[in-house]
Nanobody, 117 residues
Framework: QVHVEESGGGLVQPGGSLRLSCATS????????MGWYRRAAGKEREWVAT???????TYADSVRGRFLVSRDSATDTGYLQMNHLQPEDTAVYYC???????????WGQGTQVTVSA
């Protein structure tokens, strides 16, 4: 069974930074891609960023230039570096690990990020 877990969330002041981590355990050996999503209170889930198996990253317009997605292949750990955080970034952030295409994805439980003075 594959288990995905995010960590690194918390309370940060406007203009501050946080780095989220995404760890994967279980019977999965290859990397097919990883995505980050978020869900703010009262809103539906929103796509944030994606990193492909060859390291290409894409970002939502709302975070482009502020967020950076990366992966450490040695530990199979994904990261979302969030800079210049704003109150609008407050949400539960989710990591998703791509499994067998096109039907399988593995989701974490989410980690809360709160941006407030």
């Amino acid at each position: 069974q594959v288990h995905v877990e995010e960590s690194g969330g918390g309370l940060v002041q406007p203009g501050g930074s946080l780095r989220l981590s995404c760890a994967t355990s279980g019977s999965i050996l290859d990397f097919k891609g990883m995505g980050w999503y978020r869900r703010a209170a009262g809103k539906e889930r929103e796509w944030v960023a994606t990193i492909t198996s060859y390291g290409s990253a894409t970002y939502a317009d709302s975070v482009r230039g502020r967020f950076l997605v990366s992966r450490d292949s040695a530990t199979d750990t994904g990261y979302l570096q969030m800079n210049h955080l704003q109150p609008e970034d407050t949400a539960v952030y989710y990591c998703v690990r791509a499994g067998e295409r096109p039907s399988i994805d593995y989701w974490g439980q989410g980690t809360q990020v709160t941006v407030s003075a």
